[in-house]
């Protein structure tokens, strides 16, 4: 599964959709709202995406991830909207042969969504807001 999604992630449900007879490992990661960046205190977070161009990457990595980790099953979510300190913004979830691939999967498949997916974070601060995107930094102040 690759899915932009408006609704909050559980790591509970991302597991049982890889779960696999086969897999030894099973690994799932959450990126969740901080309260700071580079210092500066974050109130809140906002995503937004293009869905059918970001589930399109995400499925790419999905794929790129399962032939080189040899991996069973794969799932990657992606919230979009206003998202509080705390929350998950994404999710990542990988059933492999054996815990290290599980591992190493999901850190490569983070890595790679943070690069390729077109999806635009602003952090709002209490003193103004960021823009972010795969590669750009775009900053107000308030």
Not at 46 to 57: Q, S
Request: overall charge negative; aromatic content about 8%.
């Amino acid at each position: 599964m690759y899915r932009i999604t408006d609704q909050p992630i559980s790591a509970d449900a991302l597991a049982e959709l890889v779960a696999d007879p086969m897999a030894g490992g099973i690994c799932v990661f959450l990126g969740v709202v901080r309260d700071n960046t580079g210092g500066r205190r974050v109130r809140y977070l906002e995503y937004e995406a293009h869905p059918p161009m970001a589930e399109t990457k995400m499925k790419e990595i999905g794929q790129e991830v399962a032939e080189r980790f040899g991996l069973h099953r794969v799932a990657i979510l992606h919230r979009v909207g206003r998202l509080a300190i705390g929350e998950a913004s994404v999710g990542i979830a990988v059933a492999a042969p054996h815990r290290r691939m599980a591992f190493e999967a999901c850190q490569y498949a983070i890595d790679r969504l943070k690069v390729i997916v077109p999806i635009w974070k602003k952090e709002i601060f209490e003193d103004g807001e960021v823009w972010v995107g795969p590669a750009t930094t775009i900053e107000h102040s308030s």
